[in-house]
């Protein structure tokens, strides 16, 4: 199985700030990597798909980045909004594995 | 609009079985792939079970397989699972999700409680 590393788990930023979150992925996943967003009591949002493909409706500060067994999300400019939980996902093959997650303050 | 609705979650006894529903809307049912997704309380995200588009395909992670049936009916746009053995550690909310490159839209979860 493949095992996702997601950090930092926790994370304290400031609206405006430029924040990334890492995942690592224990081999080679081929780049099918996605970053979820969670906020409390809500379903997971696709941010990005397959490393760097934003989603439908995603605002452009939102961008993935990565190959090989390393990924990551970066958040340009943080907005009230963004604050929540966000995961990755690697769908390279089954089982499909989660990061830990990674949930993002306001400091 | 993509639209996925579950049903059947509830509190269980260790042991029992419970079976859950999603109802999908807004997209044609039979051309995707579909899953289910599982989220125990203030933990992270866990892939429960997967199936093709036509039901001949099924795959699961060791911490369910045999116990746990994944099944469609395209005729009725629905996904199930029908979770036998339950164990107190299947406690989660369980989404329902359409599976293209990953997951792409998901249901509002439904809450599935084991316990005696």
């Known amino acids: 199985d493949i095992q996702m590393t997601q950090s930092p788990s926790f994370l304290s930023a400031s609206v405006g700030d430029r924040v990334t979150i890492n995942c690592k992925a224990s081999?080679?996943?081929?780049?099918?990597l996605n970053w979820y967003q969670q906020k409390l009591g809500e379903a997971p949002k696709r941010l990005i798909y397959?490393?760097?493909n934003l989603q439908t409706g995603i605002p452009s500060r939102f961008s993935g980045s990565g190959s090989g067994t390393d990924y990551t999300l970066t958040i340009s400019s943080l907005q009230p909004e963004d604050f929540a939980t966000y995961f990755c996902?690697?769908?390279?093959?089954?089982?499909?594995?989660f990061g830990s997650g990674t949930k993002l303050e306001i400091k | 609009e993509v639209q996925l609705v579950e049903s059947g979650g509830g509190l269980v006894q260790p042991g029992r079985s419970l079976k859950l529903s999603c109802a999908a809307s807004?997209?044609?049912?039979?051309?995707?792939?579909m899953a289910w997704v599982r989220q125990a309380p203030k933990k992270g995200l866990e892939w429960v079970a997967t199936?093709?588009?036509?039901?001949?395909?099924?795959y699961y992670p060791d911490s369910v397989k045999g116990r746990f049936t994944i099944s469609r009916d395209n005729a009725k746009s629905s996904l199930y699972l029908q979770m036998n053995s339950l164990k107190s550690e299947d406690t989660a909310t369980y989404y329902c999700?359409?599976?293209?490159?990953?997951?792409?839209?998901w249901g509002q979860g439904v809450m599935v409680t084991v316990s005696s």
């Open positions: 199936i093709s588009t036509s039901g001949s395909r099924t």
């Open positions: 397959n490393t760097n």
């Open positions: 996902l690697q769908h390279n093959s089954f089982p499909l594995t």
């Open positions: 999700a359409r599976q293209v490159t990953g997951f792409d839209y």
């Open positions: 081999q080679n996943i081929n780049k099918y």
């Open positions: 807004g997209f044609t049912f039979s051309n995707y792939y």
